[in-house]
């Protein structure tokens, strides 16, 4: 079945797959010569990417949790649902956000740090489309003549792999002139305001954080030791702007005296600070960065952190948390289909609200009602129900799955019998 042309009227869906590398850094250098049709025999570890690999079987569990029916056919990468006017397209977790923000996805989960990741791409391009309409030179970087030795894509500046470096550029006119300061304004593109991607809702699983890291045994202890020197990545438009951020910082007692040393600032001296240059050189690499300071290509690093045991056997320190990150349920800001959007994210919503709640009940003394429904308050309010002996209720409440016993231990104490707890599959 050619499942291209089957996608017509339905609402597509981005969910994050696990993807395959030779070269992935878990893969053992010996089989990195092994023919194609012999790697899906090796064990699942050296198979799938351990970051995509955090967000796709919690993501598929949530799928079945909100009863949305498909199978997926081997070396495909698109399933039809069954039961709703629905397709799964299964993509890398840093394609999610760029597929979703440009319209061609409806829906898609992926990770709060992958979306971090593609609005700092798209405020740096919109800083820069605005530059242009202003006629103000797009930042030189690396490979100009205020470089010389370096080459371009070496630095912040290069785009990660799933871009197409053709699309960093401001303007399709023939007489833009980055060195010359020239364009022509009659064929700069203007902003799409459909452009970019909506949180719907935090999903609580895939946690981890994106960390700046410097050589255990080095004197760097603060990322503002990091500024002018060399810091590899994954994450560039995050890093750039991190580090941007720590160099204005930096900079803001420099500028107050410079300017102050004017009777009044002019427009030339406010634009000369905001074209500032980054000064720190963020070099791109697509996997295997904890190897960037041993190899000598960094003096630190900004990746992903789970556990952070890849990084101490790298021989490296966390100096800095640039951010937190979880799975997220995003949309287009331009869905094809509202309502049934709606009807999947309370779906989503329900099954999430299930996995931090169980339901507790238990008799208490009418006398004692106030200070049980203390100890369990629910979501919004206890359900109370008489029973047969007057001076006796039973008590009905949502209690976060965390507080589970010590709900149990508190309740016993002011009196209440029966405690007992269930789980919940769903809820609305």
Known sequence: MDLVNHLEGRLLF??????????????????????????????????????????????????????????RETRLDIALVKNLPLALIFLPAADIPTFVGEGRVDLGITGG?????????????????????????????????DFPGQQRGDAYSAPAPHQDPSHDTPSTSSSLDLDGATLDHEDTPQEDTNEGVEQVMDLGFGHCKLQAQAPERGSIDHPSQLIGKNVVTSFVG????????LEEAHAADDDQDALSEEREPTPESMARIQRRKLRTRIKYVGGSV???????????????????ETMKAAGLKPIATVL???????????????????LITNRIRGVITAQKYILCQYNIPRSLLDRGTKITPGKRAPTITALEDREWVAVSSMVEKGRVAVVMDELTGVGATDVLVFGISNAR
């Open 14 to 71: 981005a969910v994050p797959k696990s993807t395959f590398s030779h070269f992935h850094p878990y893969l053992p250098a010996q089989l990195l010569s092994t023919p194609r049709p012999f790697l899906p025999t090796l064990p699942l570890k050296y198979l799938t990417n351990p970051t995509e690999g955090r967000l796709q079987q919690p993501t598929l569990s949530l799928l079945e949790g909100s009863d949305i029916q498909f199978r």
């Open 113 to 145: 740090d992958q979306v971090a990741e593609h609005d700092a791409l798209l405020a740096k391009n919109r800083r820069e489309l605005e530059g242009s309409r202003q006629g103000t030179p797009k930042s030189k970087g690396i490979g100009s003549k």
């Open 324 to 342: 937190s990150s979880t799975a997220v349920l995003i949309k287009s800001r331009a869905p094809s289909n509202p309502p049934l959007i709606n």
């Open 290 to 308: 904890e190897a960037a300071c041993a190899l000598g290509v960094a003096d630190g690093i900004v990746d992903l952190v789970e556990s952070g």
């Open 238 to 245: 995050v890093t750039e702007q991190y580090f941007r951020d």
